[in-house]
């Protein structure tokens, strides 16, 4: 396993949220840094964003209707390399977080493009960039409790390093909303996952309780642990903690 210290590092860093005008003025690319939100206004058909992975972790790019659930408001985003080829998409239903996960482990950092588009739908849509450089720790050290509240939200996302045949089992509880707890394989052949690419996915929602993810390795690397919710107003705590399997 390369990169020891890292297994020691676990920054927290907020998110920012900011307001972006309509229209023709979103021609672009805009700007989006990491750890970033950006809201959009009803009336646009989608965007383009101008982005960069600057170290090896995991990171994201995720969008979602900003309008009540229901409504069916539906933006799909594709992510396109620094040579503007396409390499990863997330096109889900409606009132869902589309997310697109970047493996910079095995893909070096660089420039991405991420171009929004409109499906169905009456709303506006935020768009944000994950980039949050944590991981899970080994079972071999204590274990925290960790809490996805308005910092985070809609998206936890952490580096787990798992050796081959390794199992991952983390629990969620206390949800106040839905969504999904999943597992990003990590895979030279692909280091570029959507949501719907997720190698192991567990729902979540008010009514499940508790929930256990667990997944075990085909491979040993660095994978993407991440919790995505799509309740539009959810600001409440859900919380969470890598357990034995």
Same mark, same amino acid.
């Given at each position: /396993?390369? &990169?020891?210290? &890292? %297994?020691?590092?676990? @920054?927290?860093?907020?998110?920012?949220?900011?307001?972006?005008? @309509?229209? #023709?003025?979103?021609?672009?690319?805009?700007?989006?840094?990491?750890?970033? &939100?950006?809201?959009?206004?009803?009336?646009?058909?989608?965007?383009?964003?101008? %982005?960069?992975?600057?170290?090896?972790?995991?990171?994201?790019?995720?969008? &979602?209707?900003?309008?009540?659930?229901?409504? $069916?408001?539906?933006?799909?985003?594709?992510?396109?390399?620094?040579?503007?080829?396409?390499?990863?998409?997330?096109?889900?239903?409606?009132?869902?977080?589309?997310?697109?996960?970047?493996?910079?482990?095995? +893909?070096?950092?660089?420039?991405?493009?991420?171009?929004?588009?409109?499906?169905?739908?009456?709303?506006?849509?935020?768009?944000?960039?994950?980039?949050?450089?944590?991981?899970?720790? #080994?079972?071999?050290?204590?274990?925290?409790?960790?809490? /996805?509240?308005?910092?985070?939200?809609?998206?936890?996302? !952490?580096?787990?390093?798992?050796?081959?045949?390794? *199992? %991952?089992?983390?629990?969620?509880?206390?949800? $106040? $909303?839905?969504?999904?707890? /999943?597992?990003?394989?990590?895979?030279?052949?692909?280091?570029? !996952?959507? =949501?719907?690419?997720?190698?192991? =996915?567990?729902?979540?929602? @008010?009514?499940?309780?508790?929930?256990?993810?667990?997944? @075990?390795?085909? +491979?040993?690397?660095?994978?993407?642990?991440?919790?995505?919710?799509?309740?539009?107003?959810?600001?409440?705590?859900? +919380?969470?903690? =890598?357990?034995? *399997?």
């Amino acid at each position: /396993m390369s &990169r020891p210290l &890292r %297994l020691l590092t676990a @920054t927290v860093l907020s998110l920012a949220v900011v307001l972006v005008p @309509t229209g #023709p003025a979103l021609a672009g690319p805009v700007p989006l840094g990491p750890n970033t &939100r950006l809201e959009v206004g009803d009336g646009t058909t989608g965007a383009t964003y101008a %982005l960069s992975t600057t170290s090896n972790y995991w990171s994201a790019v995720w969008v &979602r209707p900003t309008t009540n659930p229901g409504k $069916s408001v539906d933006y799909d985003v594709t992510l396109l390399d620094g040579a503007g080829a396409a390499v990863g998409g997330s096109a889900l239903g409606a009132d869902l977080v589309d997310v697109v996960a970047i493996d910079s482990n095995l +893909r070096t950092p660089g420039a991405y493009q991420a171009q929004t588009r409109y499906y169905a739908g009456t709303g506006g849509y935020q768009i944000g960039f994950a980039q949050p450089n944590e991981i899970l720790p #080994p079972m071999t050290q204590a274990q925290p409790v960790y809490e /996805m509240d308005s910092p985070h939200w809609p998206l936890a996302l !952490r580096d787990v390093y798992l050796a081959a045949g390794e *199992c %991952l089992a983390v629990t969620v509880w206390g949800a $106040s $909303s839905y969504g999904d707890v /999943m597992v990003l394989a990590s895979d030279p052949a692909n280091p570029v !996952r959507s =949501r719907a690419q997720a190698a192991a =996915r567990v729902p979540i929602h @008010t009514t499940t309780g508790i929930q256990t993810l667990r997944y @075990t390795a085909p +491979r040993g690397g660095w994978y993407g642990f991440a919790i995505v919710d799509d309740n539009v107003f959810f600001y409440g705590t859900l +919380r969470y903690q =890598r357990v034995a *399997c």
